[in-house]
């Protein structure tokens, strides 16, 4: 089987699985977030109560932790949501929203890859920043830095946490144990759509739970939403009218669009 025949049998697993995906998430983007989990099939929940989260964390199949509207209070249930996951086995995903832009948003980050998640996913100068890498300040939620210069830092944080590393960009690009995979995916337009990194974020959650070989996984979940982004904008007037016709193309991407566009290399 091709690797783009077996991303696609990945595409498929969480179509039948419908595994339920904790979200911490920031309250910018939770809908947004949801509805790109039920499209690709996943079963979305949004807890963040310190009092709930280990409950939600026991029987959901993965968690993610987005800490995109970070404050003190989520910050503790964020932490008590990693340490339950990571006693538990469960996967995880960490995106390190803004990372290097406070000192605040840098300790819980450094506090959150202690519970080792299974995928980091972020920008180039958020990876950079969590790997402290980056010599240069970042700019709010956006990337300062383009997605291959963040390689030797993603490795590092590959090697010092063990969490497969996904850099988005222009060329999104998935650091695993035995090799790097490069998807040459997606439109300019969808960095006008606020939150679909944060989306990304949690469809990996919904492959994470689906799929046992996280790198696959995270490479599937990359390249799918990164696919329909690309056709979806084919149809689109502009980022209002896109957030929408991406919604319908997770939903309804079929094995041949899939396979006939999908860019993908190995490093």
């Known amino acids: 089987m091709t690797m783009e025949k077996n991303l696609w049998k990945h595409v498929l ?6 595994p339920l995906v904790h979200n911490i998430t920031n309250y910018v983007v939770m809908n947004n ?3 790109a989990l039920l499209a690709a099939g996943a079963s979305p929940i949004m807890a963040h109560a310190k009092s709930e989260v280990r409950d939600m964390v026991t029987i959901a199949g993965s968690l993610v932790i987005n800490i995109g509207t970070l404050d003190e209070y989520w910050s503790e249930a964020m932490l008590i949501a990693a340490e339950t996951a990571h006693s538990l086995g469960k996967p995880w995903v960490l ?15 450094q506090q959150l890859l202690q ?36 390689l030797t830092a993603g490795a590092s944080l590959l090697e010092q946490y063990g969490a497969v ?4 960009g222009a060329l999104d690009f998935i650091i695993g144990h035995k090799q790097i995979i490069c998807i040459g995916n997606g439109h300019p337009l969808m960095t006008k759509v606020t939150g679909l990194g944060c989306s990304a974020s949690a469809i990996v959650g919904a492959f994470i739970a689906a799929v046992e070989n996280k790198t696959e996984a995270a490479t599937a979940a990359m390249a799918l939403l ?28 079929s094995e041949e669009e899939f396979l006939n566009n999908i860019k993908i290399t190995l490093q």
């Open 165 to 168: 590393v996904c850099i988005s």
């Open 13 to 18: 697993s969480v179509r039948q699985q419908s």
């Open 226 to 253: 990164g696919i329909a982004g690309e056709l979806a904008e084919k149809h689109s007037q502009g980022p209002g009218s896109l957030q929408l016709k991406l919604i319908d193309k997770l939903y309804n991407i």
């Open 95 to 109: 995106d390190p929203v803004g990372a290097g832009a406070t000192s605040f948003r840098d300790d819980v980050l």
């Open 33 to 35: 977030t949801a509805n």
């Open 115 to 150: 519970f080792r998640p299974a995928v980091i996913r972020g920008n180039a100068s958020e990876i950079m920043a969590l790997a402290k890498k980056n010599q240069t300040t970042t700019k709010g939620v956006d990337s300062t830095a383009q997605s291959n210069e963040a």
